[in-house]
């Protein structure tokens, strides 16, 4: 079975930009959650789809978006890019996401750098 | 509050020995689970092993093995018989159960070094 893939694996940007970022899950899963990894903060969660419905919302700017489509592919949308957005984002599927057993899966991760 | 405590930001280890790297959590829910990935440097988070709050029995997968120890919060990952390829960082993890929609707590990692 394929894993999570994420495209592209590396961009950059520059300041006031936008960016959509595109996460594929494991077959079967309907769950996607997105985290952003930075040497600062370290792993935080960004949102989780689930039916093409984000169910939960870490603690981020409007400027971080994201949508899932009825194949359960996401993908996630940052506007008006600033420095502090470079950053690895991680994306990870599972079956559903609905409980504390259910395994979260991740892709590779888009690196993405803001100059 | 630091739901999750790594408290080794690096370490070493010698081929072949085992180690152990230490994860606390600090949660209110009777149910969750706790979860340890390796991420090496190319960036890829690696699922490794799960521990469920009503697990009795501590997780083992292959050289990798949770020692989970409810009163303490504390699910420390031991791998046994390192090989130079375990080098990488360390993340333990966990999922409260209350919350809907995936939500991983992240510690700050273990940067584990092999040596040979």
């Known amino acids: 079975k394929a894993g999570v893939t994420q495209t592209p694996r590396y961009l950059i940007k520059t300041r006031g930009q936008q960016v959509t970022l595109s996460c594929s899950p494991i077959s079967g899963h309907r769950s996607v959650s997105w985290y952003q990894q930075t040497p600062g903060q370290g792993l935080q969660f960004l949102f989780e789809?689930?039916?093409?419905?984000?169910?939960n919302k870490g603690n981020f700017p409007g400027r971080f978006s994201g949508r899932q489509f009825s194949n359960s592919r996401s993908e996630m949308n940052v506007s008006t890019l600033e420095l502090g957005d470079s950053a690895l984002y991680l994306c990870?599927?599972?079956?559903?996401?609905?409980?504390?057993?259910?395994?979260?899966?991740f892709g590779p991760g888009t690196r993405l750098t803001v100059l | 509050a630091q739901k999750i405590t790594q408290t080794q930001p690096g370490m070493f280890v010698q081929e072949k020995e085992a180690v152990t790297l230490d994860c606390t959590y600090d949660?209110?829910?009777?149910?969750?689970?706790l979860f340890w990935y390796k991420q090496p440097s190319s960036g890829e988070m690696i699922f490794l092993i799960y521990?469920?709050?009503?697990?009795?029995q501590n997780a083992t997968e292959g050289r990798y093995s949770l020692n989970f120890q409810k009163a303490r919060k504390s699910a420390n990952l031991v791998i046994s018989a390192s090989q130079l390829g375990d080098s990488a960082m360390y993340f333990c993890a966990m999922r409260e159960g209350l919350i809907q929609g995936g939500k991983l707590i992240f510690g700050q990692g273990t940067e584990l070094s092999v040596k040979p």
């Open positions: 521990q469920g709050s009503y697990d009795e």
């Open positions: 949660t209110s829910d009777q149910s969750y689970g």
């Open positions: 990870a599927s599972s079956l559903r996401g609905a409980s504390s057993t259910d395994t979260q899966y």
């Open positions: 789809y689930f039916s093409e419905t984000q169910r």
